[in-house]
């Protein structure tokens, strides 16, 4: 998006000019078609935007918060519900997850890859479910950490943008614990165990599978080696390079199989509350 500020009327009436009901900004490009994919199983009419990135939406949700705009906005949820300052407004809309790559990357649609790269019929849900279920509480301590660092301002940065470090190898889908302990061995001096304490009782309270809060980008790598890992055991074959652009494509229609998907359902009846 280019650096010409527009006036809160006129973002609001950008849906009139496109003939649909709602405006919505979003973050990034990437986050366009996921929101797309939602707004459309809910039947809501909606021109999607992206505005640039995270810290140009929080100027698009202040827009809300203090100047009355009508628009609305889309965004992950990052760890806001774990934040002192967080706000509920019916025109801003999150994730259910971290991010969107929560949702994206579902037991369903990664068994469904696995699938098409190695060109066969098999279903190894089963193991792709507990892969995840492992994954999530192997981090755990570091799910906690990545919290309290955002919860009490530390300024630490704890997942990173991605899991290479912690995992067995480069080409590993299983997280490596010594690894994990090593890094918060280096860090945990800089947070009290009150703190820590105060973390694990709210996402005790948040009632959330650890897989939805863990950050989106930090799962990547894991899940395009799972991938290739499955496709190998299954056909023997070793597979092509397989990008974050490449799974992006693959994974990111949500809509699948969404009746049984406690993120989707959740994001739906957000957005179906516009309609009220």
């Keep these: 998006m280019d650096s010409l500020e527009y006036s809160i009327d006129a973002l609001d009436a950008k849906s009139l000019f496109y003939n649909k009901d709602f405006t919505v900004f979003v973050e990034g490009k990437d986050d366009i078609l996921f929101w797309s994919y939602l707004f459309k199983l809910g039947n809501i009419s909606a021109y999607i935007e992206d505005v640039g990135g995270d810290k140009e939406i929080d100027k698009y949700i202040n827009k809300i918060l203090f100047e009355h705009a009508t628009f609305i906005v889309a965004c992950d949820n990052d760890h806001k519900p774990f934040l002192n300052d967080y706000e509920v407004h019916p025109q801003i809309k999150t994730t259910y997850g971290y991010s969107i790559e929560n949702s994206m990357y579902s037991t369903s649609v990664i068994n469904d890859i696995v699938c098409k790269l190695g060109r066969i019929s098999i279903d190894v849900k089963d193991f792709i479910e507990n892969w995840a279920d492992q994954f999530a509480t192997d981090v755990f301590e570091l799910l906690k950490y990545d919290i309290a660092n955002q919860r009490f301002n530390k300024g630490v940065s704890i ?98 199989n969404w009746e049984q998907k406690i993120d989707i359902l959740t994001v739906l009846n957000q957005l179906k509350e516009l309609l009220n």
């Design 159 to 256: 997942f990173g943008d991605n899991c290479t470090r912690f995992l067995n190898s480069p080409s590993s889908h299983q997280i490596n614990k010594n690894n994990v302990d090593t890094f918060l061995k280096s860090v945990e001096g800089l947070f009290s165990k009150a703190e820590i304490d105060e973390v694990d009782d709210l996402i005790s309270d948040a009632k959330k599978n650890h897989w939805f809060l863990i950050k989106g980008h930090f799962l990547t790598k894991a899940v395009i080696n799972l991938v290739k890992y499955l496709v190998k055991k299954t056909t023997g074959t070793e597979t092509k390079s397989i990008s974050s652009d490449m799974i992006y494509s693959l994974t990111i229609n949500v809509t699948e």
